[in-house]
């Protein structure tokens, strides 16, 4: 008999277990990143940006109306640049305070493809 038999046999198993307990991303966290990142922006805008700006981006909160907030779906703010938003979502502007060091690069440029996807939408109903 091999003394070393039972070891032989055993060490497949502990392998899979390995990698399988190994494998680096969980299922949900490569849908989101399928999607862009209109996903994790629609979030931070709810934490962040909804008591000013609204849920659909309109800026009518008691908050937004009282501030000035603009309608993030208009034509008008829908036509800047994604560099100028973020230099706006950085730095603030008049009574929209400012997020540096509060959100990170990546969060700002989620938030930018939210802010795109509210602008969708509205033209999307135009449309209809
Ligand atoms: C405290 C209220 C407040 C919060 C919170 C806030 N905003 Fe604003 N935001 C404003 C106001 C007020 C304006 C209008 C600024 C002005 O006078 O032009 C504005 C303007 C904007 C504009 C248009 C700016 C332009 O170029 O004219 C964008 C885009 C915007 N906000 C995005 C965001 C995003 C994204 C967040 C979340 C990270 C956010 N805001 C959070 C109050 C707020």
Known sequence: M????????????IIAMVLLSALPIPPCASAAEQKGDAAPG??????????????????????????GAADLRSADIQKKSDAEFY???EKGKKNM????????????????????????????????
């Open 2 to 13: 091999n003394p070393n038999h039972r070891s032989f046999l055993a060490n497949p198993r």
């Open 42 to 67: 629609q979030k931070i805008f709810a934490e962040r940006c909804q008591k000013c700006h609204g849920e659909d981006g309109s800026g009518n909160t008691d908050f937004g109306k009282a501030l």
């Open 87 to 89: 230099e706006l979502i």
């Open 97 to 128: 305070p400012p997020f540096e060091g509060t959100l990170s690069k990546t969060e700002i440029n989620g938030l930018i493809v939210y802010v795109r996807e509210i602008g969708k939408k509205q033209s999307d109903e135009k449309k209809q």
